[in-house]
């Protein structure tokens, strides 16, 4: 790759002279770097050594990489807006909508008044009124700078005085069908794609209402579409200079006379300033979100909010936008540690597992359809029935049936090419050392900044990666690469001595797995994580078959993963010694699982009810199991709905039944319902097992709701002193929906009123995943400290075999640390400060629970 660089450089050069104006700050650096006046590379001492023209060369590849990605994203985005341009409603993005916003409040004042002064019995008049001004206006300007702006020539006042008439009538249409038969429209809305919304409106005809029958007639469209073009073109102004604030306002769009052949056509054409304001912001965005690759050189340090970690592409701290109050705080805050935890998570070096993609991409070209790869080839679509024409259950069940295959096809094409775009990816950088910078989430959670392949990714994706670095196993090494491999095969609700006899007592299949993985026995595709357990598999063979396992080198991240991660945390702030058992905060002789009792307890509740003959209940016999459940009993700590939670036991129980039956010989209504009696009893289960986490949820929720009420967004400071503000706003009162989409009316967010239900019900899983990513961030800190490799999936740690115990150590250390501080009066403290005026409850009584158990616990993270 680093020999292909230079030849990849020269023809970059040649493609980018055709369009100097995209990205000219991206380009003037590539120009800088293509004639080695990059300034990042002048700071380095030149020298004639191999080290000094290595690293040279690696600088130059990831500028390369970085702007391959940039022009990748400049592509999708003119692509998306290309789309946009052939269909007829722009103001769905944002460059558009901006310009669209400077004109709409007072447009709406004033065509209202005007609309006042005409005969309300008109019929224009009464459809404009039952429609609304302010959505014929969104309507009016839309078509008017689509056709003027974008599709230029195009905007006669002929066609747009059609255009707006016709939509603005089928939106009185929609409302009359909506108000007579509410699910026909919601159905209609769901499947008619917004292009040939209006049409299919419009071709709606009820013989039933005398109005639409009699009063509807070319002359209303007319009139109804010169209304508008007249208001938009008499008031609409813009600046003559939009760099002088004092410059006369002038038309911002004006009709002209077109000659062709002595026909004589009017068309409306936009200012100048208009065009520039539209294209200003599509360039201000074009290249905004681009996907990045993995660096091939050590990432730079953040330093500030907008600083760090690439050389060429300024990436945010926080992945979210628009949450203009938390960027101000973010800028006022001392956020060093954050930085310097931000930037161990990036410096860990990584390689592609050679093994693994060799065996993945073999796979792949054999057609896939193994482990969670998808298959190459699409279902078939069954033939017609013979009965087809004389049956109508038949017919029913046969469109059915191929609605299912057509909609497994399109998930498939998604997933292959995802599939196909990360091997390509692993396959770049098979012999680059590779580095994941990272960045947050508004609540403090960290993520890899490049999307496509890292380790927060799928099991493929994780097999296929492994740290950069080797380190002799030793005997404890040994033994935790055993334990990594009992753990992805599922066998980890047991002692760690049994998940050692496990591995040692599948010793002939793991070996059989690493030498024949797709011809052989294939032991390792029924692990739970089967990419992962062939990569471990190969690892521990290797090992094995060397002169002394305990001093192979090896590179394989091993894995310490939480208990129910978020009750972990509810269990301290609480002191609550029951709960502390249930999630391995108590020392026990083998792991408690918080999946397996709450399965349990679902299963009795089946069981009984099978015998009174509940068919859901008879159906659900035997297949009551933690994997049933565990993502819901996981996220119900984080405020998942009931709504939620039935997506996920529907998910989990079509993956078990597609194991045990062909997909498409499942019955979808009969799913539904199954899921929703197991995801009620699952609540039941739940509320039994956990009354004490419940408590300070409860105490949460309520100060978010008084906070939420007095007309302010829940935040807080976290204990590394990162401040969180929740973005949740309504919308509602300040979008208009009509039959192309919803428009925003504002764009300032921190301006909308705060959403209270949201901000209530999200504050505690917020308030929790904001602890739980500071725990991660002091391990990590505290592993540097130490010269231990260390990454993370949230509350997954990860490091070499051999450093395991150690960072056992720390990891417990650091959790002691941080719950040994007095957080939730912190946290009143900070509501109180924040906001005197209101009378908070007081926090719930702390229960006796002694954190330091936890030192002495092994299978706390385990």
Not at 36 to 55: Q, R, T
Not at 702 to 717: R, T
């Amino acid at each position: 790759m680093l020999n292909e660089a230079k030849e990849e450089y020269r023809k970059l050069e040649e493609s980018f002279v055709e369009d100097l104006q995209t990205l000219r700050q991206s380009r003037r650096t590539l120009d800088k770097v293509l004639k080695g006046e990059d300034p990042i590379l002048e700071e380095m001492e030149e020298n004639d050594s191999a080290e000094y023209e290595k690293e040279l060369q690696l600088r130059k590849l990831e500028t390369l990489l970085e702007y391959q990605a940039i022009e990748n994203q400049v592509h999708r985005y003119r692509e998306i807006l290309s789309n946009a341009n052939g269909k007829s409603f722009l103001s769905g993005m944002k460059s558009v909508r901006e310009v669209m916003m400077q004109w709409n409040t007072e447009l709406e004042e004033i065509i209202s008044k005007k609309l006042e002064e005409k005969n309300p019995e008109e019929p224009w008049v009464i459809i404009v009124k039952k429609v609304g001004v302010q959505k014929a206006i969104i309507k009016g300007l839309n078509y008017i700078i689509n056709k003027s702006v974008v599709s230029y020539g195009d905007g006669t006042v002929d066609v747009l005085r059609d255009s707006i008439g016709t939509s603005v009538i089928s939106e009185y249409k929609s409302l009359h069908i909506k108000k007579k038969d509410p699910g026909y429209y919601k159905r209609a809305n769901a499947l008619v794609p917004n292009s040939a919304i209006h049409r299919f409106f419009n071709q709606l005809f009820d013989d039933e209402d005398p109005f639409l029958v009699t009063k509807i007639n070319p002359s209303v469209m007319e009139k109804i579409g010169n209304f508008f073009i007249n208001g938009i073109l008499e008031n609409c102004k813009i600046r003559e200079s939009l760099d002088d604030e004092n410059s006369p306002l002038v038309p911002a769009f004006i009709s002209e006379a077109r000659y062709s052949k002595s026909v004589r056509t009017f068309v409306i054409n936009a200012h100048e300033n208009v065009y520039k304001l539209i294209n200003d912001g599509h360039s201000a965005r074009e290249a905004g979100g681009a996907r990045l690759y993995p660096m091939v050189i050590k990432p730079l340090p953040w330093i500030s909010p907008f600083e760090g970690p690439y050389l060429h592409y300024k990436v945010p701290i926080l992945r979210a936008n628009g949450n203009k109050s938390q960027i101000t705080s973010l800028l006022k805050s001392d956020l060093s540690q954050i930085y310097r935890a931000l930037n161990v998570l990036g410096n860990t070096p990584w390689v592609i597992n050679k093994k693994a993609y060799d065996i993945i991409n073999e796979a792949w070209e054999a057609g896939g359809d193994i482990a969670d790869m998808p298959r190459k080839i699409n279902y078939e679509y069954p033939p017609l029935p013979e009965d087809v024409l004389t049956s109508l259950s038949s017919r029913k069940k046969h469109f059915l049936l191929e609605k299912k295959i057509s909609k497994l096809n399109k998930d498939l094409h998604s997933l292959r090419s995802d599939c196909k775009y990360k091997l390509e990816v692993a396959e770049k950088f098979l012999d680059h050392t590779i580095y994941f910078p990272h960045n947050l989430d508004f609540r403090g959670r960290s993520y890899p900044i490049p999307p496509h392949l890292n380790h927060l990714g799928s099991d493929l994706c994780r097999s296929l990666l492994k740290f950069e670095k080797s380190k002799p196993l030793g005997k404890r090494g040994l033994d935790w690469l055993k334990i990594q491999i009992s753990n992805l095969y599922g066998v980890d609700k047991v002692s760690h001595a049994d998940r050692i006899k496990f591995t040692t007592e599948n010793i002939e299949n793991i070996m059989d797995s690493a030498d024949n993985p797709l011809k052989g026995k294939r032991w390792w595709l029924n692990a739970d994580y089967p990419w992962q357990a062939l990569a471990a598999c190969i690892e521990l063979t290797e090992a094995l078959r060397s002169p002394n396992p305990e001093e192979f080198c090896s590179n394989l991240p091993i894995h310490q993963d939480g208990t129910c991660n978020g009750l972990q945390h509810y269990a301290a702030l609480g002191g609550d010694e029951l709960g502390a058992i249930k999630v391995n905060l108590i020392p026990s002789d083998k792991p408690q699982d918080v999946y397996t009792g709450v399965a349990g307890l679902v299963a009795e509740i089946v069981e009984k009810e099978a015998e009174e003959g509940n068919k859901f209940a008879i159906f659900f016999r035997g297949r009551i199991d933690r994997k049933l459940v565990k993502q819901t009993v996981m996220t119900s700590v984080y405020g998942v709905t009931y709504i939620g939670a039935r997506e996920q036991i529907h998910s989990s129980l079509k993956e078990k039944l597609d194991e045990e039956t062909n997909p498409l010989e499942i019955d979808d209504e009969f799913m539904f319902s199954a899921s929703s009696y197991i995801t009620k009893h699952t609540f039941r289960a739940l509320n039994n097992m956990f009354f004490g986490a419940r408590s300070i949820m409860a105490w949460l929720s309520e100060c978010a709701v008084l906070i939420a009420k007095s007309g302010h967004p829940v935040n807080w400071i976290t204990p590394l002193g990162l401040p969180v503000v929740q973005p949740y706003r309504k919308t509602s009162k300040n979008s208009v929906k009509i039959l192309e989409g919803e428009f925003l009316l504002i764009n300032d967010t921190d301006k909308l009123q705060v959403n209270t239900l949201k901000q209530k019900s999200a504050f505690p899983p917020n308030f929790i995943h904001s602890l739980d990513s500071t725990h991660m961030f002091l391990t990590a800190l505290a592993c540097d400290d130490a010269g231990i490799t260390y990454s993370s999936v949230h509350d997954s740690f990860w490091t070499h075999a051999c450093d395991v115990d150690k960072m056992n150590v720390l990891i417990r250390d650091q959790f002691i640390e941080l719950h040994q501080q007095p957080l939730l009066q912190r946290l009143l403290e900070w509501f109180k400060t924040k906001h005197p005026t209101i009378d908070f409850p007081k926090i719930p009584e702390k229960g006796n629970l002694d954190l330091t158990q936890v030192k002495n616990s092994k299978y706390f993270f385990h």
